[in-house]
């Protein structure tokens, strides 16, 4: 096979990768070599990377992507075709005895499948495999002769590597003599040997070694990674020495110098020779097991004490690795499965404006639909105007994109290096994208607004905000339905809503055919149930219909406080805008948002035709006469176990004493008056016992109920 032509790496071939690429391959080939470097050499040379690990396998991915679909742009120096290193001049330089090879990397479970497909075909089905974690440090090559510790390199190019022996003589996990035992491992004892593993730095050490360098004006390390090869590579051991550095073992250079077969027992002979071997490892015979090592390591990733990138899974036995060989730059038998990377880099492919229920103009990134931390992005808000020129991301650039801890996706910035030479700053458009009205930015705000009371969009969101479920939750009533409504005309403002019938919903046209061409319509069934829920939609609490009105700054909380304060949208009304700044939460801006929309003629029509059409606009007064003897008043009751006998959930015999004056609490202390058992109850009937609160059955609990009178505790339980 020839170098750089790996058919491998057609499973590398990634159409997202490909797609996001400018029109042209080489040129975009040729730049993402030169920025890949830049930046290989700001990591391996200078311990400092510029961009994180995430975003710089992205950009190898794609390069790897488009060398595969394009091999007649093949250069044996890309960087695809090396090994991450550096070798510097500081330190002697050392041949590795065998090539160090970086590893191939599997970005999902489909490529680690793929992975396990060729190893299958390899071998006519499975075959034993070693799954390990892949620890983020810096990799290291020890010799021992005679047992002894005589040399430690860096893997540097992968050929050659930098001579580190001082530095890691210090590191105080590593033995500076085999064990005894180790001999018996050995095909040749006289003969040295070459071991290798990874030097780490801990989390807590190397938040540590950064709080200290803060302290003190020096530059920070990025990450363990680059603290711990930079703490190899010092020219004075004594700084190495007080760094803290340690170490796991899972290699030899030459397997033949060992007297066993296997990578499974090479980890226990590791072990046995003094090493530390991380206890991590399992032996997988099925693909299911490989799978379910891999998800566990992701699960378990954030909770050891160092930092893991992925999992290795390598063929278990020396002479299957052999048959299975090496491509220019990494093993076939092995294969690094990596964790969804939380940061890619993909093209920007536009910047729309998206205009909100209030007129807000949002610019939203329309990017290449790219994986990142296991979902597919193809979005992402940009917030303001401010916030693109600040970041400067122009259409046609390629963007670094994340999605941390599952959250909103995110634009970080673009990869300037990469940027298109006709490609111009962003600015928000002159006039609406919906309705073509001039649009304004009032001082002192991030936001561009549409102001035009016909702009369509406005309308769409306000119509959709009003039956969404925080608002007036008229069920079923989504973006496609109210879009057809809008374009037929028959809805323009929320009242609308309350003069649809079920005949005229279910000959709604939704806008496409069936196989025969006729217009495919609501129907009966959706209609029936959409004017049901139109309906219940009618008795909603006034601090939900206040919400869905869409008033500017009057969120979910805002609403519930005027509605406590005025019951009734007359009282509302026809409160000042003093009257409503007083409101507690309220304030200034809210009030004179409130007032302004309330005298609003075009607002005051909705709100009437609300009201002909039986839609509440008032909450009831609690009826006095509904109200229960409060016998319970100034008890405080806590309950525990479950309640079998009433088959009461421990929140509904809540609710029953808490309407008869009593409170609740979650917890027992001595204020607590008594503490309610069900069956199974646990520690809370303990410390009931233990600080001498009275403790009452479920029987006793549901005379309470019954009877409305407040139980006579045994004894002096108040005391
Ligand atoms: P990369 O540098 O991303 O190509 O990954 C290859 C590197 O992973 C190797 O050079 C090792 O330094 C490192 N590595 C970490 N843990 C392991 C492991 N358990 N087995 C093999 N390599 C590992």
Known sequence: MTEGRNPEQGSLLDAQALAATAADPRTRIEELRREIE?????????????????????????????????PEFYDPNSPTQRVGGYVGEQFAPIRHERRMYSLDDAMDEGELDAWLDRVEEAFGGMVDVVCELKIDGSSIAL???????????????????????????????????????ARAGLADPTRAIELRGEVYMPKSSFNALNAAAEANGKQPF??????????????????????????????????????????????????????????????????????????????????????????????????????????????????????????KTTLLR?????????????????????RVAGSTVARATLHNEDEVQRKDVRVGDTVIVRKAGD???????????????????????????????????????????????????QALERLLHWASRGAMDIDGMGEEIVSRLVEAGRVTDVADYYTLDAVELS?????????????????????????????????????????????????????EALAARYPSMDALVAATEEDLAAVEGVGPKIAHSVHLFLRTPDNVAVIERLRKHGVSLADAAPDEADELPQALAGLTFVLTGTLVQSGMTRDEAGAALKARGAKVSGSVSKKTSFVVAGEAAGSKYDKAVALGVPVLDEAALLRIIETGEAPVAEGDAEA
């Open 38 to 70: 830049h930046h290989s050499y700001l990591y391996y040379a200078k311990d400092a990377p510029a961009i994180s690990d995430g975003a710089f396998d992205s950009l190898v991915h794609e390069l790897r992507a488009l060398e595969a679909a394009h």
């Open 143 to 181: 010799t021992y002769e005679d047992g002894n510790l005589v040399r430690g390199a860096t893997r540097g190019d992968g050929t050659t590597g930098e001579d580190v022996t001082a530095n890691v003589r210090t590191v105080k996990d590593l033995p500076l003599r085999l064990r005894p035992d």
């Open 222 to 343: 990025a990450n363990p990674r680059n603290a711990a090869a930079g703490s190899l590579r010092q020219k004075d051991p004594a700084v190495t020495a007080g760094r803290d550095l340690s170490t796991f073992l899972y290699a030899v250079a030459d397997e033949r110098a060992l007297s066993f077969g296997t990578q499974w027992e090479l980890l226990q002979w590791l072990s046995e020779a003094g090493f530390h071997v991380n206890p991590d490892v399992e032996l997988c015979r099925t693909r299911a097991d490989v799978h379910d090592f891999c998800r566990r390591a992701v699960e378990r990733r954030d909770s050891l004490p160092y930092e893991i990138d992925g999992v290795v899974v390598k063929v278990n036995s020396f002479s299957r690795q052999e048959e299975m060989g090496y491509t220019a730059r990494a093993p076939r038998w092995a294969i690094a499965f990596k964790f969804p990377p939380e940061e």
């Open 350 to 370: 536009d910047i729309t404006v998206q205009v909100g229920r209030t007129g807000k103009l949002t610019p939203v990134a329309e990017l290449e639909p790219v």
């Open 407 to 457: 959250v909103i996706p995110e634009v970080l910035g673009p990869v300037e290096a990469l940027r298109p030479a006709d490609a111009e700053p962003w600015a928000m458009p002159a006039t609406c994208p919906s309705c073509g009205s001039p649009v304004i930015r009032e001082e002192g705000e991030a936001d561009y607004r549409c102001i035009s009371i016909d702009c369509p969009a």
């Open 507 to 559: 000959l709604l046209d939704m806008g496409r055919v069936n196989k025969d061409g006729e217009p495919i319509r609501l129907g009966e069934t959706v209609a029936k149930k959409l004017v049901a829920a139109i309906d219940a939609s009618r008795t909603r609490p006034l601090a939900r219909t206040l919400f869905g009105l869409g008033m500017r700054h009057v969120g979910k909380t805002t609403a």
